[in-house]
Every structure is written in C-alpha cells, then in structure tokens.
C-alpha cells in the first residue's frame, strides 16, 4: 500500500470534489478564482485558442461562472448579444469611450450626461487627441454637431437630472448613416423601462449600482452591445485585464431577481409624490417624463414602459440657497446623497448649471432631484409638506 500523503498535501485537495449528494442550490454560487486548471494540455490549448471567441472560463480576470451568471442576466435586461461588467458605471463608460474611440475621432456627447463624463473627457479624451463636443438632450442640434471624424454619438435618455428626451432611433439613424457608433447611458431605465439596443443603439451603459443592484451596497457597472459593436469592447476589456469580484456579482445577480417588481413599486410611488408635488406652490416644475406636462411625454410614451422613483423639482426662482439647505435639511424621511436607486429615498441638490453646456439653465430656480424609495408615498408627502412650509419664504 502507497504512503498516506502528507497533510499539506491533502490540505491543497480536500473539499474540492463534493462528497455530498442531494439536490442544487436556486442560485449560482460564487466561483472565487484566479487559476483555472484544464484536463489535460490540449484541452487547456484549445480553451486558449477559443477564448478570444467563445465565452470560456480560463482565468479569473475573464470572468468566472458568477459573472457569467450575471452577464446573461443584463443581455436579458438589454436585448443585447454579449455584456461585460466592469468595478462601477464610471468605469463601464470610460472603457466604452476608450474601445471605440482613437485618437483624431469625434464624439458628440449629450448635454444630459452624467456629470461625471466632462471630467472624462476633459482628463482623458482631450489628452489623447480625442475630440468632444456636446449636442443639446432633446437631440435637435445633434445632425449639426456631427462632423467628418465623428465616430460615436453618445446618448443619455431619459438625461440626468431633469430627464430630457430624445428620439434615438431617429439619432441612431442619422449616426449610423455618417460610419458613427451609437452608445447610450441606460442607468435610468435598468433595461426595463428603456431599452437603448432595440431602439437603435449599438451599445447600452448601466450603473448596477444602481437599480440592479438596489440596496445602495455594492458597485458596478454594465456594458452590452449588439453582435456587430461587440468585438472591439471584448478585446479592449482583456487586454485592460478588466474584472469584477464574483462576491459583487453574485449581489446584483441577487438584486436583479427583483428588479421588475422593485421599479413597479417605484414608479408607482414616485407618480404619487410627483403629481402631489405638481399641485403645490413652492414649487415651480416637476420634472418626471410620466408627467403629460414634461417636454419629452410624448417620446416617453413612445419609447419607454414606464419611470422609476427619480423626481427632481425646481423651487420658485427667487429661492435663495438658505432656503434650499432649509428645505433639504427638513426633510425627515429622505437621505441627503447624491446615488440612488436603492430601496430608500434621498434627496440631493441637482446644480444645472455646472452640468449643461448647451442649455442655459442660469435664469430658472434651484432644482432638487428625489429618489422615492419603498417608503409609504403618504408618509413621504407629509414629510415633503413640512419641508416646503419650512422652507417658505
Ligand atoms: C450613477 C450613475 C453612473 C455612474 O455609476 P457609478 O457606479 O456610481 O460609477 C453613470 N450614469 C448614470 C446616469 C448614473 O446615474
């Protein structure tokens, strides 16, 4: 009989062949992996030679089953042929800019872009000799601003802050027709109230911090593409060595188990506070494309299934900045902070002017952007009451 072997070896095998039997989980569990070890030579030379290709676990930084599990999840949410995922939605715009654009190219970015992306392109593009320039959200001057070396249109609808809409399939055509790609910000939508692939788009961003994941506890970022955008973002992530953890993943996977009836629960509260918000005095705006009274109704109605709980508001003009804070600070039930889509409200100043470039915004009233979370609606109205008395002039 063969020598029992030593405890440090058996310590490096024990535990990974199961020796249980019985049935499976509900949900994929979390494969941690760095090293993946083959069969046999051949079969690790054959995944090497597929890998560029064909979706295979061979190394941790090109995924492993969890992050696999959850890319499926987003194609599904986006219509789209393959996703890759990415540490936050920053990140997942960064590496959509950086696959498609080279230096000497264009790309026109709308005026209601998550703020963060001027600081994009001002730190990245304009170092690199990438141009940019901004189209106004409502896309009317977006055929203008197209030029020669213009290699992507890059969308956000419904937009940041006050959701300005635009018509993308029409801006997708007019794109598509000048050799230029069409990427879209889809955080708003989630894949289930706006769906930027199947209106035209070739490539479709989303903040799983946000309402993918939904409990303001984890960070990342999505990008799927149609089958004809998807090779240059594949190839730029594995050569960047882009990965998530499986741990993060394996909590949006969860999160997006939920997701449909979550955003229900939103949009019907938000429709609530936002129309009650319509009726009072101190307020001057409601922005909400639900609402027939936002500019880009019709286009919402048209393109979208439905909103989500954000609601911001324009207080009267003459609001002075104390008012505001007082206003903010009252408010007992809303987070101050600037993230959302998790269950919870929050509340968070929206600057206009530091964030449009097109659209002159230096004439109208403070605005207030309200995530409505899973709280009773009626219990966030009295609570948005007092706050407006107490910020009355
Ligand atoms: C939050 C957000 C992002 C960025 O997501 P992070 O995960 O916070 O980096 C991108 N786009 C929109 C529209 C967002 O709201």
Redesign the pocket.
């Known amino acids: 009989m063969s020598r029992t072997q030593g405890i440090k070896t058996r310590l490096a095998s024990v535990g990974k062949t199961p020796a249980y039997d019985g049935g499976t989980a509900v949900n994929p569990p979390v494969v941690r992996a760095s090293t993946v070890v083959f069969r046999n030579a051949a079969h690790q030379r054959q995944a090497r030679e597929q890998r560029g290709q064909d979706r295979l676990f061979t190394y941790g930084a090109r995924g492993t089953p969890t992050t696999f599990a959850l890319e499926d999840a987003v194609c599904e949410l986006e219509g789209a042929y393959r996703a890759r995922l990415f540490p936050?939605?920053?990140?997942?715009?960064a590496m959509t800019l950086v696959s498609y654009l080279r230096p000497g190219d264009h790309v026109l970015i709308s005026d209601s872009?998550?703020q963060?992306?001027r600081q994009l392109a001002r730190q990245f593009l304009e170092p690199y000799g990438i141009e940019y320039s901004f189209f106004a959200a409502d896309g009317s001057d977006a055929e203008d601003g197209m030029r020669p070396n213009t290699r992507m249109l890059y969308a956000?609808c419904p937009g940041?802050l006050v959701y300005e809409m635009c018509d993308l399939p029409a801006l997708a055509a007019m794109a598509h027709a000048r050799g230029a790609w069409v990427a879209a910000?889809n955080?708003?939508g989630s894949g289930c109230q706006y769906r930027p692939l199947a209106l035209g788009a070739d490539i479709s961003?989303?903040?799983?911090?946000?309402y993918l994941s939904g409990h303001s506890d984890v960070?990342?970022?999505t990008v799927a593409t149609t089958e004809a955008a998807w090779k240059p973002l594949a190839q730029r992530c594995d050569a960047f060595g882009i990965t998530v953890s499986p741990d993060d993943a394996w909590l949006v996977l969860r999160g997006v188990r939920s997701l449909i009836p979550r955003l229900a629960m939103h949009e019907r509260h938000a429709l609530q506070v936002a129309q009650w918000l319509a009726s009072q005095p101190g307020v001057a705006t409601v922005f909400c494309p639900a609402l027939p009274s936002h500019p880009g109704h019709d286009l919402w109605q048209r393109d979208c299934q439905g909103t989500n709980g954000l609601v911001s508001i324009e207080l009267a003009r003459t609001t002075s900045q104390a008012n505001v804070d007082r206003f903010i600070d009252s408010l007992q039930l809303f987070g101050i902070g600037a993230?959302?889509?998790g269950h919870e409200s929050l509340v968070t100043q929206a600057h206009m002017s530091e964030t449009r470039s097109v659209t002159d915004w230096s004439k109208r009233g403070p605005v207030v952007r309200l995530h409505i979370g899973l709280e009773d609606p009626q219990d966030l109205i009295d609570d948005l009451a007092q706050a407006l008395q107490a910020a009355a002039p």
Not at 88 to 93: D, P, S, V, W
């Open positions: 936050t939605g920053l990140t997942a715009i872009a998550y963060p992306v956000e940041s910000d955080t708003w961003v989303m903040a799983a911090t946000k960070m990342m970022g993230s959302w889509g």
